[in-house]
Structures are given as C-alpha cells and as structure tokens.
C-alpha cells in the first residue's frame, strides 16, 4: 500500500490521545464515561458551556 494511502485511527478525547484500534477500543469508553470528552478543545477555538 502506498505510504499517502495508510492511515491510523486516532481519537482525541480531553486530555488523551488515542491511536490505533486497539488502543481506542480498550480506552475509548473508560474515556467517555469519565466525562472526559467535556474537556476536548473545540477547533473552532470556542467555549463549551453546560448547555451544549
């Protein structure tokens, strides 16, 4: 496979970084159910507020 056409999943979710699917499988929902998704900077560069 080409280099341009290779890929690795990433999520980025609060503070974490997660790469690759096993490590976003085991971490994810942890991740998730802790809230930490609340924490994620928006790229718009925006504040979250409790509302949204």
Do not use: S
Request: avoid cysteine; charge should be negative; hydrophobic fraction near 40%.
């Amino acid at each position: 496979m080409p280099e341009e056409e290779q890929y690795v999943p990433a999520v980025v979710i609060g503070d974490r970084y997660l790469f690759a699917g096993d490590e976003i499988i085991e971490q994810m929902m942890d991740a998730l159910t802790a809230g930490e998704e609340l924490n994620t900077p928006l790229l718009d560069g925006k504040e979250r507020t409790a509302a949204e």
